[in-house]
């Protein structure tokens, strides 16, 4: 399931007015965690540990670059921004 970023303002590279979605693997997800260690709103994990993104969710303005560390913090590289 899609995760999007209404991106507002500039970061990381990313464009002002662009939409990015962080698209979870959840074959790949081994339940690290280390994702929900850098925001677990964002991140959010199920009971056993596993990304749980199923919604699309809108990050707040003032939060895409936390959200941009969060899938950099993936061992797995199981996030990824499309
Ligand atoms: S850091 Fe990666 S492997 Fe760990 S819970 Fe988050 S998405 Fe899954």
Do not use: W
Request: glycine fraction near 10%.
């Amino acid at each position: 399931m899609p995760y999007v970023i209404e991106q507002r303002r500039s970061c990381s590279g990313l464009e002002i007015g662009v939409t990015v979605e962080i698209i979870p693997d959840n074959d790949i997800c081994g339940a690290h965690g280390a994702c929900a260690m850098v925001d677990e709103d964002l991140f959010n994990l199920d009971d056993d540990g596993f990304i749980a993104i199923g919604d699309i969710v809108v990050v707040p303005a003032g939060k895409e670059e936390i959200a941009q560390r969060g899938v950099d913090a993936c061992p797995l590289r199981a996030l990824r921004i499309k």
